[in-house]
């Protein structure tokens, strides 16, 4: 299988007043492509640092992560940000929608910004998968939570990135609606060949994950079993 994103002996350190913290101790990680990794942990154990360095946000103080076999944190930030548009979409909890663009509108900007053809059969193939085509002409704040979710997924794949990093996407559902994001989550990761990497405070989310790690004070360990 393979790997799309890794991390290698990653160390990541926050001066706080006089004092070194280690936020991330020596991690190393890899996510091959088709795998919905989860990631889980309590406030303030390192799983924002472990995301944020992993999706090239922050640099690493020792330690590199690789993208698609290639250097990705020695990048020069803009280069960086380049390989981040096109290769890595992200999901956030209050999902990556912006106020005041229509759904559609959000998918086309990513044209508008790379100058590229806008992918008219993908993005409606988008939309009917994950039942948002009534939803393209509506803005963010017409929407419920289940629908924005679903919205943000679909803007998340439409410029086929090989990393999708998802943070609590379903913090804002009600059980049902969590479920039904992230089985939606699981099986594009899958068709498409992506690894979703999925921070989450939700144990029960975790049966649709491949693998499952816990972060404790900056350790992360595979969970088993
Ligand atoms: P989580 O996402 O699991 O809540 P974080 O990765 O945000 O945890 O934080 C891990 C540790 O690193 C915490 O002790 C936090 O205070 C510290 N930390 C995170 N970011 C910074 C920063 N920018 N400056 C100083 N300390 C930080």
Not at 33 to 45: H, K, N, R, T, Y
Not at 138 to 166: D, N, T, W
Request: glycine content about 6%.
């Amino acid at each position: 299988m393979k790997r799309l994103i890794e991390m290698n002996s990653v160390t990541k350190d926050f001066l706080q007043g006089d004092n070194i913290i280690r936020a991330l101790k020596e991690t190393n990680f890899i996510a091959h492509e088709g795998e919905l990794v989860g990631i889980i942990g309590p406030s303030g154990s390192g799983k924002s640092t472990f995301l944020t360095i992993l999706g090239g946000l922050q640099k690493p103080t020792i330690g590199r992560v690789l993208l698609n076999g290639k250097p990705f944190s020695d990048l020069e930030i803009k280069e960086k940000s380049r390989i981040r548009l096109e290769h890595i979409g992200f999901i956030l909890q209050a999902s990556n929608l912006i106020p005041f663009l229509t759904i559609k509108e959000q998918m086309i900007l990513y044209n508008k910004i790379t100058k590229t053809k806008v992918n008219q059969s993908w993005m409606d193939e988008l939309f009917q998968k994950l039942d948002v085509e009534k939803l393209k002409d509506k803005y963010p704040s017409e929407l419920s939570g289940g629908e924005r979710q679903r919205s943000a997924i679909a803007k998340a794949l439409y410029h086929q990135p090989s990393v999708i990093f998802a943070d609590e996407p379903t913090a804002s559902l009600d059980t049902n609606r969590a479920y039904e994001v992230v089985k939606l989550l699981a099986k594009e990761t899958k068709e498409q060949k992506k690894a979703t990497i999925m921070v989450t405070h939700d144990e029960r989310m975790l049966e649709y994950c491949d693998r499952v790690y816990v972060i404790v004070d900056g350790v992360l360990s595979e969970r088993k079993g």
